[in-house]
Structures are given as C-alpha cells and as structure tokens.
C-alpha cells in the first residue's frame, strides 16, 4: 500500500477534550463494547444550549476555511438505517454557510457509475479548497452492503480496504480534512424508530420494506462495519464513533468533533488572510496616490517624448 511523506500543511487529527466519541485506534474495535446511550449527564436542554453556542465558532471557522482556500472539510456519514445520518446534515447545515457546503448522498449505483471502478463517483463529489463535503453514506458502501449481500467476491472487496486507505490518504495529501462518523444506534432503538415511522404522515415518503428486511442482517452489517472501521481508521483519516440512540447528543458529539478538526488551523488561515490583506492594502493604496497625483501638462509630455526620441539607437 502507498506511504507518502505526511502533508505538512494537515494537522493529525485532535484528540476530543470532552471524548463523547470514540477516535478508533489500532484494530480491536468492538461495537458490542461501545455504548449507544451515552449522555454524560447531560439533557437535552443542555446539549441543544451546547450546539448553538458552538454554531458560531463553526461558522466562523467555516468563514476562514473558505477565504482561506488551502483545506477542504470531507465528512462521512455512516450507520445502520435510521441512525441520523440526515439529522448530523441537518444539525450542521443550520451552523454554516450553505454556499461554502455540498451534500452527495450515495444510493445505489447506477449502470454508468458501475461501468467505473468503485471510486469514480466518489472522487467526482470530494470537496474543493475551502468547501465542507458531506457524504450521506460513502464509498464504504462497497466495503459493506457488496460484503453482506455477496454482490462481489471476497477477494474484491477485501482489497478495497487498501484502495480506501489509499484514496483518503490522497484526499489528505492535497489538504483534505476528514472526518469519519459512524453513528452507533442499538437494534432495538432502530426498530423503535422504524415504528415511528409508520405513525407519522410526514415521515411516510421514509417507509421502505427494505428496512426490515435488512434487520434481518443486523450482526452481518455489525461484522463489516467492524473490520472496515478498523482496517481504514489511520492518523489523519479517523473514525469517529457517534453513541446516536440519543439525536441531540448525537448532534452535540458531531458538531464538537468538527469544530475541534478545524480549530488547529484557524492560526494559519489568518495568518495567511492578513498577508493577503497587506497586500491588497498596499495595491489600493498605490492606486490611490497614483490617482491623486497631478495629471503632467502638455509641456511636459512634449519633453518627456522627445526625450525617448533622443535615446532610441
């Protein structure tokens, strides 16, 4: 597998001060060891109280990001059926500039994106310089939905491990931030949610039988997440995994999570944005005195030409 020198100008990824997710290290992960109800003693009150104060450090750090123009955020998304995927969107769209943000959900493939290799549609949606990139679902599809329904051999999809590791590590060579989200929901709180569901008229457009049927391939899906999460969790790529039973401490560990992936740079991004503005000032500044400046009289343009004439060979 590639192994490029690291990218000086990407930061490692943070260590959480406050740790309401899990930063997967090494390659032992066991979800069945990681809660899915967490609350650190907090309320709802508390966490929704949490995540508008921290919407506008999000928005001005997305402010600095785009202006800047040396990064790119790339945020995936994942998780069973009803794990929140499109609530986290939600959460974060509210915060920031939705100019500066593109959404690319990944559905199923479709006849031109199979005639590529697995990446191709991918790559087409990452985020250019200064553009926060949220993918709902990913090219992590290929790794667990062709794995659990034996769509491709296991000598495929096994080596899209190193083909993943390999892609991100190309993102962040060219100053892709990212962050990886594995939103952790329990089986019996997705069935709960399913039932929800079916009891509101505004949620109908949501029903799909394939839901249920793909409970039925709840430890098969646990299994793939599992050694994809710990094959491509890597330094500057890593896995986040999000305790969702609860949404608003969902949405509270998210928007942490990103704000500290971007707070190591805020330094540089200004530092660059005030040698633009000195050098932006100092052009004005030049065309201002220039404007200012007396236009020559007619005399002295007389002279001034003839005395080009005079040093012409």
Not at 50 to 68: I, N, P, S, T
Request: aromatic share 8%; net charge positive.
């Amino acid at each position: 597998m590639r192994r490029s020198k690291r990218n000086l100008n990407l930061r490692p990824a943070p260590q959480s001060n406050v740790a309401r997710t899990q930063i997967v290290k090494g390659s032992d992960l066991k979800l069945s060891k990681v809660k899915t109800n967490a609350t650190d003693n907090l309320t709802k009150e508390d966490a929704g109280t949490r995540v508008l104060k921290l919407g506008k450090e999000l928005y001005d750090l997305q402010e600095l990001m785009f202006a800047a123009g040396t990064h790119s955020l790339l945020i995936v998304l994942q998780g069973m059926d009803t794990s929140g995927k499109e609530g986290a969107i939600g959460c974060i769209s509210k915060a920031v500039n939705v100019h500066g943000v593109k959404v690319a959900p990944f559905k199923q493939p479709t006849p031109e994106e199979l005639a590529h290799d697995f990446l191709w549609r991918i790559h087409a949606q990452t985020p250019g310089k200064g553009v926060i990139g949220i993918f709902n679902r990913s090219h992590y599809e290929d790794v667990l939905v062709v794995r659990v329904h034996n769509i491709v051999p296991k000598p495929v999809w096994k080596k899209r491990y190193d083909d993943i590791n390999n892609f991100e590590e190309l993102l962040t060579d060219n100053n892709t931030i990212i962050l990886k989200f594995f939103l952790h929901i329990s089986k019996d709180e997705q069935e709960q949610r399913l039932l929800a569901r079916e009891q509101d008229p505004t949620k109908a457009w949501k029903l799909n039988l394939g839901d249920w049927k793909e409970r039925s391939l709840w430890n098969d899906y646990i299994e793939a997440y599992e050694d994809a999460i710990n094959k491509t969790s890597t330094k500057n790529a890593p896995w986040h995994i999000v305790p969702a039973d609860h949404k608003w401490y969902r949405n509270l560990a998210v928007t942490e999570a990103v704000i500290e992936a971007l707070r190591p740079y805020k330094k540089d991004w200004m530092a660059k944005l005030e040698t633009e503005s000195k050098t932006a000032k100092a052009e004005i500044d030049a065309y201002r005195k220039a404007q200012a400046a007396p236009a020559p009289t007619a005399a002295v343009k007389k002279k001034s030409k003839r005395k080009a004439k005079k040093t012409v060979p």
